[in-house]
């Protein structure tokens, strides 16, 4: 689904009126006309409408995911992947631990228009080089990165993450995936090259590093790339199957969210 499919940003669309206008044959801003009526859709919320698709074309235009991020609502953020997939910057971190006022960041890897970086901390993991990586993205896309990623990276380097957002974990579960990221990997087919490691290990690889063992840094880096570079196909995956779910075509009465 793209931005342009959508209506749920206007005051007075919810799902259901969305869902309406689908039917209606209206699934997309283009074919939207306030002068003909749409079951559930007045002539307030058709102005509302009509407002909201001629702000959002020069959005979108210009390509301005920070608007977007904050006229959709939290659960429908999935919406702005399709449009912005490109300019998406898939993200990772490795920590010494949980707590982001007691542990480090070890390294961090980003996917983003095919290319994988990883920044290791005492080489090239600094402030500076987050804000560059940030500042060329669109949007962001981690799992369970709200709530651990990018609170521990804003608290270890004084960063604040403000672009656009798609925590992958929430709409994963929408569509019955919960756990962690392995487990979900396993359910969708996603294989890894090492599917032995887990975050655990992760810390024992840096511990080892430190005391001198470079292949360690070498297998906690490939280990943290494959974790980025499986979030891209993992967004493609989830994405897809909430388009099948949520968008149903004209006269698809029969369709379930």
């Known amino acids: 689904m793209r931005i342009e499919n959508s209506f749920i940003p206007v005051e007075g669309v919810g799902e259901t009126t969305e869902r309406r206008l689908w039917e209606g044959g209206v699934t997309t801003w283009d074919e939207f006309d306030p002068a003909v009526d749409v079951a559930g859709v007045g002539a307030t919320t058709a102005d509302r409408i009509e ?5 959002a074309l020069a959005r979108l235009d210009d ?3 920070a608007y977007f991020d904050r006229e959709f609502p939290s659960g429908e953020r999935w919406r702005l992947y399709e449009n912005f997939r490109e300019e998406t910057c898939f993200f990772d971190i490795e ?18 228009g095919g290319e994988t970086t990883t920044l290791v901390a005492g080489e090239d993991l600094t402030a500076r080089r987050l804000r560059e990586q940030f500042a060329d993205a669109s949007l962001l896309a981690t799992f369970n990165g709200a709530r ?3 609170p521990f990276l804003e608290t270890s380097f004084d960063l604040e993450v403000d ?9 994963a579960k929408r569509i019955g995936l919960s756990g962690g990221l392995k487990p979900i990997e396993k359910q969708l087919g996603i294989e890894r090259d090492r599917p032995d490691i887990s975050g655990r290990d992760a810390v024992r690889l840096w511990r080892e590093y430190e005391r001198g063992e470079e292949d360690a840094l070498e297998t906690l880096v490939s280990y943290n790339r494959e974790d980025t570079v499986n979030l891209r196909t993992l967004a493609d995956a989830v994405c ?13 009465a029969s369709a379930t969210n």
């Open 51 to 55: 407002s909201f698709i001629a702000e």
């Open 95 to 112: 920590t010494t631990g949980l707590d982001e006022r007691r542990d480090r960041v070890t390294t961090v890897s980003f996917h983003q």
């Open 148 to 150: 651990f990623d990018v």
């Open 63 to 65: 390509g301005d995911a």
């Open 163 to 171: 672009t656009p957002h798609l925590d992958l974990m929430y709409p």
């Open 240 to 252: 897809e199957r909430l388009d099948d779910e949520v968008f149903v075509g004209p006269g698809d």
